[in-house]
Every structure is written in structure tokens, then in C-alpha cells.
């Protein structure tokens, strides 16, 4: 995201989390004798490069350029007192507590590392979920089970499942492609359209509709070949994730179990 597509929320809890910073830091520019600390822009720049954009020169020339006008701006809004706006005012708090907590998450990750032992723990955990197949499917989603049961007979009649999935489907991530699912194990879908598949074999069309919390389903599986889950080394940081999310989701459940809710 560019500086300069930042909304007054983001801006407010940028200056939020850099505001002790900026206390001892050198001044980047000022705007009508007002300093804008040096740490502002390199905090900015820590957070790109974080997200994989680069550190360059004209980088941090274009950023130091936003980062006057928004300074422009922001005297502006003060001058008008926009800063004791009710809707400002509980912008500018929600911006602080989102700071708060990202800053917890980071400290959690930091003090809580993931030992090899437990990730290969979960590597075999999840080899178990995942089994060892993944299908190749097409299907329809509707509202009904009437409606899908209609779409059944067409095909049966000859009907081309993936002209009726484009004019039918309410699935608008594979209603263009007439149906097509990508390969992937059961695991990936929802119960009951994960167990209907593993109960098919090649080139089945379901008998019956599929009730998922979606809507009613019209499956047909095109192919089954063995699952190829990566090597460790390679989802190893995934793994990583997967557990710490876990394990700060549970962190979060019992401090709300502790805290005193009225």
C-alpha cells in the first residue's frame, strides 16, 4: 500500500506506534516549524520490506514526499478541529488498539518459538488429514434441492454439466470455468462434500444432491491420482504459522476466560 493511499486511521496509528520513537529521533523535514522524525519514515520502510518491496533511493524520496503532504494535511484538519470530530476521536482509538494488539501478536511470536520436535508433529498430523489422494471435480451449487435435483436429470438426459454449471451455479468462484475445481485433497472441501467425494469413483455423477452450508451440490468426479504432500523442509515456516496461530488462539480464549466481561 503507498503512503499516499493511506486513510486518516491508518496514518493515526502509524503515529501511534511511532510516537515514542519520534521522541528522540532526528527530524526528516519540517512543515510550518513542525518536525517530522526520521524514525516515521524508517519504520515505513521496515514495514515494506517486510512485505517483500524493496529499499531504494527514490523509495524513500517518494515516501518522504508523502509523508510532507499528509503532514500539510493533517495541520489543516487540526486548524479546522477535525481532531475532536467524535468519529476521529474513536477512529484514532480503534487505531491504537489494533497497533496494541499486532504488537502483542509479534511479541508472542518472538517469545514463543516453535521447536522442530512439535512441527514434525505437525507434519505427520497433517499428512493424516490431508490421506494420500486428491480428486479432480466438477459441480453446480444452487438454493435448492429441488433445483438440484432438476440438474441431475438434465445431465443424466444428456445435458452438459458445464454449460448448465455456468447458467446455474451460485458458486461464483467456479461458475466461468463450468464447474472445474482445482486438484485437491477431500480434506480441503467441506464435510459432507468431502466425504461424497471420497465415496465416488471416476467419472461418477452424485445420485443424489449434496447438502453443504453453501447450498445443494451436483458433483461429478473427473479423476483421482495420489496425493504429493511437500517435504518438510519446504512447508516448514507454513507449519510454523499453522501452530502459532493455534497456540495464540487458545493463548486469547483463556485470557477472555480470565478477564472480567459485564
Do not use: C
Not at 477512529?91 to 511479541?107: F, G, K, P, S
Not at 445431465?155 to 472445474?180: M, N, P, V, Y
Not at 453443504?212 to 458433483?219: A, D, M, Q
Amino acid at each position: 500500500m503507498k503512503l499516499s493511499q493511506l486513510t486518516v486511521l491508518g496514518i493515526s496509528g502509524l503515529i501511534a506506534v511511532t510516537t515514542v520513537q519520534a521522541q528522540s529521533s532526528p527530524s526528516m523535514a519540517k512543515v510550518n516549524g513542525v518536525s517530522i522524525p526520521q524514525s516515521r519514515l524508517e519504520f515505513i520502510v521496515k514495514a515494506r520490506a517486510a512485505q517483500g518491496q524493496a529499499d531504494s533511493p527514490e523509495t524513500r524520496k517518494t515516501l518522504r514526499e508523502d509523508l510532507i503532504t499528509e503532514e500539510v494535511i493533517a495541520q489543516e484538519a487540526l486548524k479546522k478541529g477535525l481532531d475532536k470530530d467524535p468519529d476521529f476521536v474513536s477512529q484514532l482509538e480503534i487505531a491504537r488498539l489494533t497497533a496494541l494488539v499486532r504488537a502483542y501478536q509479534i511479541d508472542y511470536v518472538k517469545n514463543h518459538p516453535v521447536s522442530d520436535e512439535e512441527l514434525k508433529k505437525e507434519y505427520e498430523s497433517l499428512k493424516t488429514q490431508m490421506g494420500d489422494k486428491e480428486y479432480k471435480a466438477h459441480h453446480i451449487l444452487v438454493a435448492t434441492e429441488a433445483e438440484a435435483k432438476d440438474i441431475i436429470a438434465r445431465i443424466k438426459k444428456g445435458g452438459k454439466l458445464d454449460k448448465i454449471a455456468q447458467e446455474k451455479s451460485i458458486d461464483s468462484g467456479s461458475k466461468s470455468k463450468g464447474g472445474e475445481l482445482d486438484w485437491s485433497p477431500a480434506a480441503s472441501y467441506v464435510q459432507p462434500f468431502a466425504e461424497a467425494l471420497t465415496k465416488m469413483t471416476k467419472g461418477q455423477l452424485t445420485e443424489q444432491p449434496v447438502k453443504t452450508p453453501f447450498g445443494w451440490h451436483v458433483i461429478r468426479l473427473d479423476d483421482i491420482r495420489p496425493l504429493k504432500i511437500p517435504p518438510f523442509e519446504e512447508i516448514k515456516q507454513n507449519l510454523a504459522q499453522r501452530v502459532l496461530q493455534r497456540q495464540f488462539a487458545t493463548f486469547v480464549g483463556d485470557l477472555r476466560g480470565k478477564a472480567k466481561i459485564e
